[in-house]
């Protein structure tokens, strides 16, 4: 039997992902500036913050992007690892309040 050596290299390429992120943010941005201006009734405040939510979440996985992009080192693959750890448990709240109805 032969002893073979396997070496694999990562390269992540999330340039599409964080520039479409920044995109996103800005239209709901834009969009919650418009729905508070149309005075829309009381109710609506609930989902505007639902939204606002949203644009937090988008730019925790914008920032976690960015810190995996930038990540050297096991002090830089931590931050990095924290930044998706942090997003995935804004996400969470976020879809457990959706489906909650709050």
């Known amino acids: 039997m032969s002893e073979e050596t396997v070496t694999f290299n990562l390269e992540l390429n999330i340039e599409g992902a964080i520039d479409n992120s920044r995109r996103l ?26 939204v606002q939510h949203l644009v937090m979440v988008i730019r925790l996985l914008h920032t976690a992007a960015i810190a995996l992009e930038a990540a050297s080192g096991p002090l830089g693959w931590a931050l990095a690892l924290v930044g998706v750890a942090s997003a995935a448990l804004s996400m969470g709240d976020l879809v457990y309040d959706v489906t909650r109805g709050v």
């Open 25 to 50: 943010e800005t239209l709901l941005y834009r969009s919650i500036g418009l729905l508070g201006r149309l005075g829309l009734p009381e109710n609506i405040d609930a989902a505007i913050a639902k």
